[in-house]
């Protein structure tokens, strides 16, 4: 251990916590009293209460051989944040608890928790509580986001009917293919010690994965446009696992046409180097966390004015399935095959 | 692996989820939406929300060998409700996130959810979210509890004031001794088949570690007597450290009488056994999941009318320090000797 760095047990729970969240201010109005009693209070008088929680294990949601820990809790945070926009609501506090493994030293620790106060203050949410505790294998990173929305702006999964366009922001596949990139570096250089890994002209990919945003400017541009949609959802684990929710929960089934599906030119250079399917990828890839979302038929041309959003096809009755239109007019069933933390352990 | 036992990759995550979670009806008013969404969708138009998050871990904070995962699941949503009505509040909501290892199968992650549902039902409170994952470092449990209170009857840790008295419900040291002895009877048992272990006369130090509870009595106890107590905790890390806490975020002092404090014969009987001063476990064993609350002078006739709340002492002025006035007269300054999961890794 260097000199520069801290061991935890030098501080202990509470003096760990004292520095992470030292100088925390909060920013919402809703927040009442954070970090520092038995529990946070928030005021909630105006607006529905949203909530929601991820659970981020080493070695099976990240790897630290080629995440920085800063950008880890950037992610951490923001992919959090991203579930509360896709039920257009506004993310306005946290709760962080952190399981930390003997190797860690309070700096890596602060590096951390500077990522996720980096994206709390980007997207004015309030740090307002947590727990922190040791851990024996380990990193683990649990956090709930507290969010809120006016009762009848709340887009939940159920409300796609038939006719309803579908669209998605920002472009799918590039989170999937900077992890397949850094995967093939983390190959390439292990027993070097002079590697340089290659990421000219891929930088893209690698932000996707290592740095993800969650669309707060689409929600706000919808509102702008005065349009709620009828469903909403964020894509985490792969676009045909997301259709396949919101269908499901609808009472609807889908056509999605191939060549509307939006794919960054990075990504189709990738997908060709590691010989893999393209829209296979943009389909299943997942961590896009861009906000896949359906709208009434009428809707039409205020979505085409929206920059950063693309119709990919319209929901339909539940008798006619969910396919996707590939380019020849041929039709494919859409199954999930995106990544699914317990199927494949 | 028996032919009784389902592996988990059988249902995949969704499909656990739906086992998990099957049957769930709210209770609470202010649950409008519960599992199912990106989000949970609650309302609190008329009072504050409390939010508190306790992470658990496996090795760390439970041991399979001798915890039943039903109690722990009853245990770690308990924990919760605990910090919440240390508000003064009453719990309605948890979100539960799971970190799932590959020896576990559908049947025991269904008693562990079957624990953490039966204390929802006891309870009053309302499942409303999570995660479910895999793990690679054992079972991780991370609870997050929504509850609500009053503006004006929310209890903080810093409203203590010079004379005000300190009263403790229950006993303490109990959960601590069960612990030590579960841990005896671990290594008593280790080697062995055949191996019974020793609880009879103790069952009551198994059943405080194991399967403690949230004081919500004394909460309605204390509302129905009229008493908002001027600052509240609950008693997990210790007795000692707890009251550290009030004194310091209340800027006083305190004096707790050694003769005052309440201890159950089966906890005395084991600290004798194990040839440990009574007083120590008393003051530092944590885990008791007991409130610890101040209350003005004037309040003394009705709380010594609340059955199962001791007055064990009085807050002083900051300058006094905190002291443990001993049987004899004499004086010993309080030091938070309790659990700190980070200083001693």
Redesign the interface.
């Known amino acids: 251990m260097s000199e520069t760095q801290t061991e ?2 030098q ?4 003096g ?1 916590i004292d520095r992470l969240t030292d100088g925390l201010q909060p920013v919402n109005a809703s927040t ?2 954070g970090v ?10 105006e607006t ?8 981020l ?5 990240f790897d630290l051989t080629y995440v920085p820990l800063k950008h880890l809790g950037y992610k951490s945070a923001v992919v959090n944040f991203s ?2 926009y ?2 257009n ?1 506004r993310p306005r ?1 946290i ?1 962080v ?4 493994s ?1 190797r860690f030293t309070v700096e890596h620790i602060e590096a951390l928790y500077s990522g996720i106060r980096l994206a709390c203050e980007i997207y004015g949410v309030d740090i ?11 990193l ?1 990173i ?1 956090i ?4 809120d929305a006016p ?1 009848d702006k ?1 887009v ?3 409300g796609a009917k038939d006719t309803d366009l579908i669209c998605v922001s920002g472009d799918l596949g590039a989170a999937y293919m900077g992890l397949q990139l850094l995967e093939r570096e983390k190959v390439a250089s292990m027993g070097k010690t002079d590697f340089q890994p290659q990421f000219q002209g891929k930088e893209y990919l690698v932000e996707r994965q290592l740095k993800p945003e969650a669309r707060r400017d689409i929600v706000e541009e919808l509102d702008k446009a005065g349009i709620v949609p009828t469903a ?3 894509v985490s684990d792969g676009l045909s696992s997301e259709l396949l929710h919101i269908c499901k ?1 609808s009472n609807a089934g889908c056509r999605v046409y191939e060549d509307r599906i939006p794919i960054d030119y990075q990504t189709a250079i990738m997908a060709e180097e590691l010989n893999m399917n393209l829209v296979t990828a943009a389909l299943n890839g997942g961590e896009d966390y861009e906000l896949l979302f359906t709208v009434p038929l009428h809707c039409h041309e205020k979505i085409e004015k929206i920059k950063g959003v693309k119709v990919i096809g319209h929901i339909t009755r539940q008798d006619l399935g969910c396919a996707l239109v590939t380019r020849d007019g041929g039709e494919m069933e859409l199954r999930a095959q995106g990544w ?6």
């Open positions: 935890i047990s501080l202990g729970e509470f760990l009442l009293r520092g009693d038995d529990g946070a209070v928030l005021d909630y008088k529905e209460v949203l909530v929601t929680t991820d659970l294990l080493e070695g099976v949601h579930d509360i896709a039920m609501g506090q709760t608890s952190l399981g930390i003997k307002v509580g947590g727990d922190t505790t040791s851990s024996r294998q380990g683990v649990s709930t986001c507290i969010g009762k709340i939940y999964r159920n909403m959802m964020d929960q699914n933390p317990l199927a494949h352990e």
